[in-house]
């Protein structure tokens, strides 16, 4: 047996549960036609340009890739007005979460989560023996006054999602400008942005003013999600030098692959398909909105391309039941919500194909 | 500042030194007709099959990965005899290492590392807290009796890279038997094989059968340099059922990217690809010992893709001017030998263009 070889903490990690694919619908359900709206995935694919670029790559790859994405930190730097030393990608951001663990936690340090909320945060803190702290939501919402109550002096990372997956909301400026204030010194806020460029309402922070004025913030971004690179996984982190050329040291050497450098570059430039994946969710949403409504189904209004609904009934037994109609969605409950399920801002159609499912669904 | 913020064993990690590329030798010394034979790589590029097979996916890349790469498991099974349940792939080999550590290294357990070897056994050991004990060469090789009796109570992780990099030396089973019989049980032991596709003499363990007969070791292997997919980071572990469910645990979810599940799979099957590869070695190979020594140059036989050679002078100067001539190879003084370099096995005529600039190097 292995089990008492295991290292303290991995015992306590719980495994990640994905969502299915269309692979699980035809293995398990005997389902062909498929609808995956379940991941947050882009439903045009990655931009064409993208998918150029990469094809140019292709015969390179026997060559390992630059150790720091030199490449994509320039375009993004002229990007994003940020110097290229302030900036690390990752294998998904993902890799960047677990980097500012592996740097900057040292066991038995606190790290404050949400609740409900994305789980690779409790993931990097028990890795590297944190003590996780749980703040509760407030109506779905970070509740960021909650985490100010929570900071004690052995708070040593803060992990925030914004918009919060899997609900949708977002806190503003002034709430995150509130609550940094209240930090102290030593602790280092992550603010986790895979859905930002969906972001609709007024008020979303300007985050990389932070990392600018050189404060303990760790900006994540990713390409899997607005971009449509989820298959290819990158992601960036953007804080000061110093946080950088740390994390720099707990990184394995070649991390990102050449294809995603590449296909970063060019997707940040394609402005065609940024332009319709936004529009497409921003309609998207609305009509969703307004289909829901008409079920009678209460949801959270997003600021990301999924939408959180209250289905007030078992989670698992709605997704089992949508899946048979051929609509892959995320059950909750591994989130903490049991009676609630999210589905992610698809085309048109397919945003019809999920809600003519719902509603059988929901009938039964 | 965050130097106080850091883990405890971040401050003792070694940057780690990469082979020089192209763009540095461009950037850096102006030079434009670059030979790159410092990182191991296949001078053929990918084969062509999988070439083929990730140009298929490239528009399927909104999609996320299968979390455990299923579909490459269960090729490299039915290719390995192994059952799948056996297998976890990473985004390169490398990251086996990290997860090994990650998984059962407990802080101040302690690690059998070989002094001159690839640097990521160290880099492991320390981000999980662990203590490196090493274990110094014999006559450029591994010192397994050496390793044995450096053996205590406390001894939880064995690293061996069989063929060593950089010497290209290689242990045989029956040295790798009497070794592993001499281990604690709670030990594990984890052989890295990135080159062992092109090892010829007889004699080379068969460390898969390790695996099968329930031992504690992990078997590393990779595409990135027999199968020419170094840019592309995919490699796998080979363990017991019980190793591999408790690596997973410490593992991202979405660690390998789709191409890289694509590409495996069709270049397992490329027989013509690997053929010429191991043709083009040994011939290589050969060639190379010729020329070496009738420079009177001493080096070491190999069973890799590379040659280790006692220049016996300065390697970083020798470094220096070979990148002059336009030929990049690993001065090898991050590895512990100041006066040595290694260069990777090429075509033909890299081989002769090395040659040439060695000529010249030495000649000065």
Redesign the interface.
């Known amino acids: 047996?292995?089990?008492?070889?295991?290292?303290?903490g991995?015992g306590d990690?719980k495994?990640?549960i994905?969502?299915k694919?269309a692979?699980d619908a035809k293995l398990e359900f005997n389902v062909e036609s498929v609808v995956?709206l379940a991941?947050n995935?882009?439903?045009?694919?990655?931009s064409p340009k993208?998918?150029e670029a990469?094809?140019e790559?292709?015969?390179?790859?026997?060559?390992?890739?630059?150790?720091t994405s030199i490449e994509l930190r320039e375009a993004l730097s002229t990007r994003l007005g940020v110097d290229k030393d302030c900036l690390i990608v990752g294998?998904?951001s993902?890799?960047i979460m677990?980097l500012a663990a592996?740097?900057?936690?040292?066991?038995g340090e606190e790290c404050l989560i949400s609740e409900n909320t994305f789980s690779?945060y409790e993931?990097a803190t028990k890795?590297?023996d944190g003590e996780a702290v749980f703040v509760p939501l407030k109506d779905y919402k970070y509740d960021l006054e909650g985490f100010a109550r929570a900071v004690t002096d052995k708070t040593?990372l803060v992990w925030l999602c914004n918009p919060n997956n899997p609900t949708g909301t977002a806190f503003s400026q002034s709430e995150l400008d509130q609550f940094l204030a209240k930090l102290p010194k030593?602790a280092?806020t992550i603010i986790d942005e895979a859905y930002m460029e969906f972001a609709e309402t007024g008020g979303f922070p300007e985050s990389l003013e932070y990392v600018k004025k050189g404060k303990?913030v760790i900006v994540l971004r990713t390409f899997?999600k607005f971009y449509?690179?989820?298959?290819?996984?990158v992601g960036y982190g953007a804080a000061?030098p110093?946080?950088v050329k740390?994390m720099?040291?707990?990184k394995?050497?070649?991390?990102?692959?050449?294809?995603?450098v590449k296909?970063g570059i060019a997707a940040l430039d394609d402005k065609a398909f940024a332009e319709k994946t936004k529009r497409t969710n921003s309609e998207g949403k609305k009509h969703l909105y307004a289909e829901l409504k008409k079920l009678g189904v209460a949801f959270q209004r997003t600021e990301a391309n999924f939408i959180f609904i209250d289905v007030k009934r078992n989670c698992d037994k709605v997704f089992m039941e949508m899946m048979r109609q051929g609509v892959i969605i995320r059950p909750l409950a591994s989130f903490g919500f049991g009676e609630a399920i999210r589905v992610s801002i698809g085309t048109g159609e397919q945003n019809m194909r999920f809600i003519e499912a719902l509603k059988k669904v929901l009938r039964k």
């Open positions: 047996m292995v089990d008492d070889s295991l290292r303290k991995i990690i495994p990640y994905p969502g694919s692979r995956k991941s995935e882009n439903p045009f694919g990655p993208a998918v990469m094809k790559t292709l015969k390179a790859l026997a060559v390992y890739p630059d150790q294998n998904g993902d890799e677990q592996a740097t900057f936690l040292s066991a690779v993931f890795l590297f040593k030593k280092i303990n899997s449509g690179l989820a298959g290819l996984r000061k110093d946080i740390y720099n040291l707990a394995l050497p070649f991390n990102v692959n050449r294809l995603a296909a």
